[in-house]
């Protein structure tokens, strides 16, 4: 068990990890009972079914907020609460480097100009003295991220939205029911956001819902999902079969999410001694969810080769990988190479001068492309991986750990 698997010794493990989401009886029920109905699509159902409406309920009773909206995806839904928060030409909006482009890319498509502030090396969420240093008076709303579940600083960004007058928008789609200072996330913010998409905590397959204690902007919303009402509206709806198996999923979340925490303190616990590996807990008075549990591998002692310790785990059977690469670097934020061909930054309503448009270079978030260059690794602990899967885990980081001097003499 000495030699490293990926130079051809023994793998620590041979099984595959454990697959999610796992779909049973009652999930198969709840679609079957909408199949029934022979009608699939959401609103106006003749049949009375009303899954979309009771899934709405169940999770605006669930988080603790006066209004759910059902929604295709998480994209659509970020896509509507900046059109309801009144985002468009010539407004920028503030988003974290460190997640998926969706948060991003929603912003082009209401025709505003995404900035990208830095992270806190705590949680790294959004750092409030970042994205206050990037507010122009074009600024007109920003999306915190709560990374993989890890609660991120809302108290500190949310005075500085407020001082500033900025919509908050919490894309909570690595958030399904994590805490921060007694509060549900999604529920602090002006509107919050969630993917339901195949490998989220909630899991419809696809899907999205977007929750607020502003009816204006429930209501906006409510009416730009559909095509028809006076507001530029979409084809945005969530099926009835996403939104039945979303009520089965719900009822079971808090429990699923609970043995993700139990799965994330076995690998603290067997991790504990392995200098330059840390797993990555939430900060005081917070309550995380995994949707990944987040390491720490310190370059300063175990070298410069994060990639090639990932890739030596790997070959033992454990799928770790790297973090998210910072989203700024992405081809579709540079006006040279947008596909949108230079917009919205190219618009001439954009009234921003030369030296004040946001900058989307190396080195614009230097904290969080240290962190995503050379420091996090992630692990999925979901049900139903167990202790047995997190204690192979452990082994495997700790044996490519003390053959670390082996992958540096490679890589050289």
Request: aromatic share 6%; proline share 7%; hydrophobic share 40%.
């Amino acid at each position: 068990m000495n030699e490293l698997a990926i130079n051809g010794g023994r793998l620590v493990r041979t099984s595959p990890w454990p697959r999610y989401p796992v779909f049973g009886d009652k999930e198969k029920e709840a679609v079957n009972e909408v199949l029934d109905t022979n009608w699939l699509v959401a609103h106006h159902n003749p049949s009375g079914a009303g899954q979309v409406e009771a899934f709405e309920d169940a999770f605006a009773a669930w988080i603790g907020t006066p209004h759910a909206v059902g929604l295709g995806n998480g994209t659509q839904a970020l896509h509507l609460a900046l059109a309801a928060a009144g985002v468009g030409v010539n407004h920028e909006v503030i988003v974290p480097t460190l997640t998926f482009m969706a948060t991003a890319t929603a912003v082009m498509m209401q025709n505003a100009v995404p900035v990208f502030a830095d992270s806190e090396p705590d949680t790294l969420g959004l750092d409030p003295k970042s994205v206050e240093a990037r507010i122009t008076s074009r600024t007109r709303a920003v999306i915190p991220v709560c990374l993989c579940g890890y609660p991120m600083d809302m108290d500190g960004l949310m005075t500085v939205a407020r001082k500033h007058d900025l919509v908050v928008i919490e894309d909570c789609s690595h958030a399904h029911g994590a805490v921060y200072h007694s509060r549900n996330i999604g529920t602090i913010g002006d509107m919050g956001i969630f993917s339901l998409q195949q490998k989220k905590n909630l899991c419809t397959g696809d899907g999205g819902m977007l929750v607020t204690g502003n009816p204006d902007y429930a209501q906006a919303v409510r009416q730009m999902r559909t095509f028809g009402h006076n507001e530029l509206s979409y084809n945005y709806r969530m099926t009835e079969t996403a939104a039945a198996i979303g009520q089965v999923r719900l009822s079971e979340l808090d429990s699923f999410n609970e043995i993700r925490r139990k799965n994330a303190a076995i690998m603290k616990t067997e991790l504990e001694g392995i200098h330059g590996i840390r797993v990555r807990e939430p900060v005081q008075d917070t309550v995380g969810v995994y949707y990944s549990l987040l390491m720490e591998y310190d370059p300063e002692i175990l070298g410069d080769v994060r990639n090639e310790f990932v890739a030596a785990v790997k070959a033992e059977g454990i799928p770790l990988a790297p973090s998210y690469a910072p989203v700024h670097r992405h081809p579709n934020f540079h006006p040279d190479t947008s596909p949108a061909r230079g917009c919205p930054w190219l618009w001439p309503l954009y009234d921003a001068p030369e030296n004040e448009h946001p900058s989307y270079d190396d080195g614009v978030c230097p904290v969080a492309e240290d962190y995503a260059d050379r420091r996090l690794v992630e692990l999925k602990v979901h049900p139903p991986a167990c202790e047995e899967d997190m204690v192979q885990a452990a082994e495997a980081i700790r044996k490519v750990v003390k053959n670390m001097h082996k992958l540096e003499e490679q890589k050289v």
